[in-house]
């Protein structure tokens, strides 16, 4: 199973991202799929979720209305579209897979499967 996060970069306050994550060696429509961060000297935290379909998704409080999940399983493909972005958005990002449905409780990391590599996000004022 791989995971390759790609997309981040510098970008200036107010502005737009999307990252992606590309999975393959596991049949990408049975799982859900997340996004985390990390910056340096803290715990890697919750951003956003997607289930197996796309139908349902769950952001965390302090991106909800300004980032959006999307996912295409025949492109084995999901993105965080990151909009209105702050300094405090910088970080590095990871996408993460589980099965079918991210559950009641996406945020905790050791119910993640598999993780990517991660994609540096940098919001400069």
């Known amino acids: 199973v791989q995971l390759v996060d790609s997309g981040g970069g510098l970008v200036h306050v107010g502005g737009s991202l999307t990252i992606s994550c590309a999975a393959s060696?596991?049949?990408?429509?049975?799982?859900?799929v997340g996004w985390f961060r990390q910056t340096p000297g803290r715990e890697r935290e919750f951003v956003a979720a997607i289930s197996w379909s796309g139908a349902n998704t769950v952001y965390a409080d302090f991106v909800t209305g300004r980032f959006n999940m999307s996912r295409d399983n025949d492109k084995n493909t999901a993105w965080l579209q990151m909009n209105s972005l702050k300094p405090e958005d910088t970080a590095v990002y990871y996408c993460?897979?589980?099965?079918?449905?991210?559950?009641?409780?996406?945020?905790?990391?050791?119910?993640?499967?598999?993780w990517g590599q991660g994609t540096e996000v940098t919001v400069s004022s």
């Open positions: 993460a897979v589980r099965g079918l449905y991210y559950g009641q409780t996406p945020e905790r990391l050791h119910e993640w499967d598999y």
């Open positions: 060696g596991l049949a990408f429509d049975d799982y859900a």
